[in-house]
């Protein structure tokens, strides 16, 4: 169902983000030689000129947009100018150059907060543009919405191959373990580690605990990012459609955030009590994706939370010099 032409020249955006640092290690592992990069000194997405003079001056055939500006609901709330901003003229910058390049195929990465906020669940990929979207996240959210419009207008207009894919939430190693601009993940893991090393008796985590999450670990994202880029065209195409090219990405499970925090406790060796702080924002009641139609194509994920969890905190303590605070 899938092919792979190794020899093809592929940019990676965002390569030094969690997500596209997953892709570029999931493109050596199948054998890609030619994996483009380039740093933020060395390449401003949000400089158009700048980002036309790259594609210009290399013959890429594959583009893989990973780079966004990303963080948590306190992030979210607190830059919401710089969350729209950003994304949007990042994502119209590349792909506008990718076609201006004539690059036939290109993968955006959204995310799953593009769905309404009360979506019925799990939010099948149809739901997009049927309610409110999550105050807290909606600058993000359009900005997110536009890279889908864009590929899909792109698609129509020019016939490009531009496809889409909604993760949900990611963790792994290389997140951003910030303890309050980062996702739920990073920060409790973070926050449990250090109240373990100070012996500290209890962790607060912020909320009720009863919201439910779907998380997925960064190397599995990378895998099913390959995967949709490479599937064949007609089956991609039988399976979406020009008004609505987007594929869910998730582990298709979902946990209260109390039984999250319950696991990350196992993880860490946190011996203390748990206490949850409801003067602060729950957010969305749930979300969990459907995954019926990347089922169907032939992908499932393959690493459990408890593990991942493992995976994540291990490289926390191995690498604690490199991580973002």
């Known amino acids: 169902m899938t092919s792979h032409d190794i020899t093809q020249t592929v940019f990676v955006a965002g390569h030094l983000g969690m997500v596209g640092r997953a892709i570029v290690r999931q493109l050596k592992k199948i054998g890609y030689q030619n994996i483009l990069t380039a740093s933020r000194d060395e390449l401003d997405l949000k400089d158009q000129a700048a980002v036309n003079n790259f594609f210009m001056n290399h013959k890429i055939n594959e583009v893989y947009l990973a780079a966004a500006k990303v963080g948590g609901i306190h992030a979210n709330n607190t830059y919401p100018a710089e969350f729209i901003y950003e994304n949007l003229i990042m994502e119209c910058n590349v792909i506008h150059a990718a076609h201006q390049s004539d690059v036939q195929k290109l993968l955006f990465l959204g995310s799953s907060c593009i769905y309404p906020k009360l979506a019925a669940q799990p939010m099948k990929e149809d739901a997009l543009m049927t309610g409110a979207l999550e105050s807290s996240n909606e600058p993000y959210a359009i900005a997110k919405i536009a890279g889908i419009k864009l590929c899909e207008s792109y698609n129509r207009q020019f016939g490009r191959d531009y496809r889409s894919v909604m993760p949900t939430n990611l963790y792994g190693p290389f997140d951003n373990f910030h303890p309050e601009n980062s996702h739920v993940i990073p920060a409790l893991l973070r926050r449990f580690h250090e109240a373990t090393l100070q012996n500290s008796h209890q962790v607060v985590i912020w909320g009720s605990g009863k919201p439910r999450r779907e998380f997925l670990y960064v190397d599995d994202m990378a895998a099913a990012s390959v995967y949709v880029m490479n599937l064949n065209s007609e089956i991609?195409?039988?399976?979406?459609?020009?008004?609505?090219?987007?594929?869910?990405?998730?582990?298709?499970?979902?946990?209260?955030?109390?039984?999250?925090?319950?696991?990350?406790?196992?993880?860490?060796?946190?011996?203390?009590?748990?206490?949850?702080?409801?003067?602060?924002?729950?957010?969305?009641?749930?979300?969990?994706?459907?995954?019926?139609?990347?089922?169907?194509?032939?992908?499932?994920?393959?690493?459990?939370?408890?593990?991942?969890?493992?995976?994540?905190?291990?490289?926390?303590?191995?690498?604690?010099?490199?991580?973002?605070?």
């Not at 979406?240 to 987007?246: E, F, I, N, V, Y």
């Not at 925090?261 to 459907?290: C, H, N």
């Open 236 to 325: 991609y195409k039988k399976n979406t459609d020009l008004m609505s090219s987007h594929i869910n990405v998730g582990s298709f499970t979902d946990f209260t955030i109390a039984e999250l925090a319950e696991t990350i406790s196992r993880v860490t060796g946190f011996k203390g009590q748990l206490i949850f702080d409801t003067t602060k924002p729950d957010g969305t009641p749930r979300k969990l994706m459907d995954g019926s139609k990347l089922k169907l194509l032939g992908w499932e994920a393959e690493t459990k939370i408890e593990a991942g969890l493992k995976l994540t905190y291990d490289w926390l303590i191995n690498n604690q010099d490199q991580i973002r605070i």
